[in-house]
């Protein structure tokens, strides 16, 4: 079995979008599942000689605040237990909001490696605004831009160095 990359946080940040990058032209399985994290996507990637799968959560409806604290809180407990590494992604655009602050808790409990990734760092101003992250107690922070694909590379050496 290969080695396991998921990728979590609240909705919009941009997980798919970085998901799409990850596996590039290779195509996504869907896997339905019970409850609120039905929709999952597992994917395929290869970095400096190495595969992994790489798992996009979500599949929780947005617009519930209690049914997306609900979903966020089940996806973070099924990474935490099937991944060897978790990208914990972040909207910069949007800046910090009590949902990141719900999910860097859970994922500051435990021991697995998360890399803090700041997506929607599209510009220098971004990149530079991504340190207002680090008050989410996570040291391991990467600005990324999904859609340009800025960052990604740093991203990705960091993730293959932990599998
Ligand atoms: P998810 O709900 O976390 O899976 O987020 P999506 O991948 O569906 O993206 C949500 C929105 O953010 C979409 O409109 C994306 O085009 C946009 N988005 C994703 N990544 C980036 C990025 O790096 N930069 C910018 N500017 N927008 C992005
Ligand atoms: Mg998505």
Known sequence: MLPVVSIVGRPNVGKSTLFNRLIGTRKAI???EYGVTRDRHYGESFWNGRDFTVIDTGGYLPDE???????????????L?????ILFVVDVKDGINTLDKAVANLL?????????VSNKADNEERRMNSTEFYE???EDLFPVSSINGTGTGNLLDRVVELL
């Open 136 to 138: 989410l107690g996570i």
């Open 65 to 79: 605040m209690n049914v997306m604290v609900v979903g966020i809180r089940e996806q973070v407990h099924i990474a």
């Open 108 to 116: 500051r409990q435990q021991d697995k490696p998360v890399l803090l």
């Open 81 to 85: 237990e099937e991944s060897d590494v």
């Open 30 to 32: 869907v896997h339905d």
